[in-house]
């Protein structure tokens, strides 16, 4: 089934009793190792199942799963080698399903057959087991930054989650630990050069709160950022709702309806680490505001048009 059309809600459709599913993805790599256009909100999708602390490391542990990628070994020193497969690969893993075939990456620089059968094989022997009421050998996954970017583990690095569905985001806040200690007696990590955009000696007119890695690691995260200290973000209890899924807490609370609700903020800086917080702690941290601030009504059109 092609993927801009597919529904990915019916992944996380439970089978009926006895019955095995098995999903076989066939990807191809678009400009820096991205889903083409037309399925990027399939991987956007997966990524947000991925990351959300809501959705429980069982999602799709009912589903087997097998991933083949397209692309070219040319750019693999560049690290955009079937990342989008890779990624995919290590997602359905890390949300409990089965991998039943070793990922496979097919370079367009070598003869498609060849790279295609051994991928091939490995599934229908795995198919074929299921079939007959037996379990399959669990294929292993593959390494690599593309990988670990994707996977929820326990051993944290930039980008990943913590394994578990009530924990969040473990990732060391910038200037925290050893790396705050190696940065001397700054009172506060958005003075830190690495932390915090711009020269801590600023005025904070003249401050920006977010740094490119700030952008970058919110961005993927799903936000739209909004001048240079607000956000706001398609929260996926507004999808559910417009599926007919159910709403989040504040509708069954207050009587919210979810899909006309927006996560927006005004400030991305925080002083806590909520565990049932949207901002997933890839947030800038601050007690006080030292930034320069954007006209409010700038903040509230862009947030709408977002």
Same mark, same amino acid.
């Given at each position: 089934?092609d993927?801009?059309?597919f529904? &990915?809600d019916?992944?996380?459709?439970?089978?009926?009793s006895?019955?095995?599913?098995?999903?076989a993805?066939?990807?191809?790599?678009?400009?820096?190792?991205?889903?083409p256009?037309t !399925?990027?909100?399939f991987g956007t999708?997966?990524?947000?199942?991925?990351?959300?602390f809501?959705?429980?490391? #069982?999602?799709?542990?009912?589903l087997s799963?097998?991933?083949? @990628?397209?692309?070219? /070994?040319?750019? %693999?020193?560049?690290?955009?080698?079937?990342?989008?497969?890779?990624?995919?690969?290590a997602?359905?893993?890390?949300?409990?399903a089965?991998?039943?075939?070793?990922l496979?990456?097919v #370079?367009?620089?070598?003869?498609?057959?060849t790279?295609?059968?051994?991928?091939?094989?490995?599934?229908?022997?795995?198919v074929?087991?299921?079939l007959?009421?037996k379990q399959?050998?669990?294929?292993?996954?593959?390494?690599?930054? %593309?990988?670990?970017?994707?996977a929820v %583990?326990?051993? &944290?690095?930039?980008?990943?989650?913590?394994?578990?569905?009530?924990?969040?985001?473990? #990732?060391?806040?910038v200037g925290s630990g050893?790396?705050?200690?190696a940065?001397g007696?700054?009172s506060?990590v958005?003075?830190?050069?690495?932390g915090c955009a711009g020269?801590?000696?600023k005025?904070?007119?003249d401050?920006?709160m977010?740094?490119?890695?700030h952008r970058?690691?919110?961005?993927k995260?799903?936000y739209?950022i909004? @001048?240079?200290?607000?956000?706001?973000?398609?929260?996926?209890?507004?999808?559910?709702?417009?599926?007919?899924? @159910?709403?989040c807490?504040?509708?069954?609370?207050? @009587? +919210?309806?979810s899909?006309? !609700?927006?996560?927006?903020?005004?400030s991305l800086?925080?002083?806590?680490?909520?565990?049932?917080?949207?901002?997933?702690?890839?947030n800038?941290?601050?007690?006080?505001?030292?930034? /320069?601030?954007?006209p409010?009504d700038? +903040?509230?059109?862009?947030?709408i048009?977002?």
């Amino acid at each position: 089934e092609d993927l801009a059309s597919f529904s &990915f809600d019916a992944l996380l459709t439970r089978p009926a009793s006895g019955k095995a599913e098995v999903v076989a993805l066939l990807l191809s790599t678009h400009t820096d190792g991205v889903l083409p256009p037309t !399925c990027a909100h399939f991987g956007t999708l997966l990524a947000d199942h991925v990351h959300d602390f809501r959705v429980g490391r #069982s999602a799709m542990k009912h589903l087997s799963f097998a991933v083949l @990628g397209f692309g070219s /070994s040319v750019y %693999a020193s560049a690290g955009h080698y079937c990342t989008a497969a890779v990624r995919a690969d290590a997602a359905f893993a890390s949300l409990g399903a089965t991998r039943v075939a070793k990922l496979a990456r097919v #370079s367009d620089t070598k003869e498609h057959a060849t790279q295609v059968a051994p991928w091939q094989e490995e599934l229908v022997a795995s198919v074929l087991a299921l079939l007959q009421g037996k379990q399959p050998p669990q294929a292993v996954g593959v390494e690599g930054r %593309a990988a670990a970017e994707a996977a929820v %583990a326990t051993t &944290f690095g930039e980008g990943d989650e913590e394994e578990g569905y009530n924990s969040d985001d473990s #990732s060391t806040t910038v200037g925290s630990g050893a790396a705050g200690a190696a940065q001397g007696n700054a009172s506060d990590v958005e003075e830190l050069a690495e932390g915090c955009a711009g020269d801590a000696a600023k005025k904070p007119q003249d401050r920006q709160m977010l740094t490119t890695k700030h952008r970058a690691q919110l961005t993927k995260e799903g936000y739209k950022i909004i @001048g240079s200290h607000s956000a706001v973000k398609l929260c996926r209890w507004t999808k559910h709702q417009l599926r007919g899924r @159910g709403g989040c807490y504040k509708h069954s609370f207050y @009587g +919210i309806t979810s899909y006309q !609700c927006m996560e927006a903020t005004p400030s991305l800086a925080c002083a806590n680490k909520c565990v049932f917080c949207w901002r997933h702690h890839k947030n800038p941290v601050g007690t006080e505001w030292k930034w /320069s601030m954007d006209p409010p009504d700038q +903040i509230v059109a862009d947030g709408i048009d977002q």
